[in-house]
């Protein structure tokens, strides 16, 4: 993959406006055979727990590139599908070692799909302090899988 991002780069495409998903899954796209645009596109929707605070962006986007790259496509094709579930609990368990939960509201401490979650969220600028290091964290473990 390329050079890791500093967490000053992730704050910047946090500030314009990218989620964890995009940004993780952009930083996967040179592998993955996919252009920016593409990448930034595909994972759009995933930021924020799908703003639900459910899964954590960073696991979607870190999910979208195992699929990309490991994913079974032709049909009954089992021995590839359980290499890619494996993939995907080694990936799934040390993110939820390495932060206590997958879950968006469980890693922040505040639901941020409600006015009051996110009014704490923003309170204590825990998108400029704690997402970032989560996105670092989420690429380190994907350098080890990928």
């Not at 993955?32 to 759009?44: C, D, G, P, R, T």
């Not at 994913?71 to 040390?94: H, R, S, V």
């Not at 639901?111 to 290091?133: H, N, Q, R, V």
């Amino acid at each position: 993959m390329k050079n890791k991002l500093t967490e000053q780069e992730i704050t910047k495409k946090f500030g314009e406006g990218f989620d964890c998903s995009q940004i993780v899954l952009d930083y996967c796209s040179k592998k993955l055979n996919l252009s920016h645009e593409e990448a930034l596109k595909i994972a759009a929707c995933f930021g924020g727990g799908m703003w639900h605070g459910e899964t954590c962006g960073c696991v979607v986007g870190s999910l979208i590139a195992l699929g990309t790259k490991y994913g079974n496509a032709i049909p009954n094709d089992k021995e590839t599908k359980n290499k890619l579930l494996a993939m995907k609990a080694e990936f799934e368990d040390k993110f939820c070692q390495k932060h206590g939960s997958c879950k968006c509201k469980e890693i922040l401490g505040y639901d941020l799909s409600t006015e009051e979650g996110m009014a704490k969220i923003m309170e204590k600028k825990l998108l400029e302090k704690k997402c970032p290091k989560v996105v670092l964290d989420t690429i380190d473990i994907l350098e080890e899988i990928i």
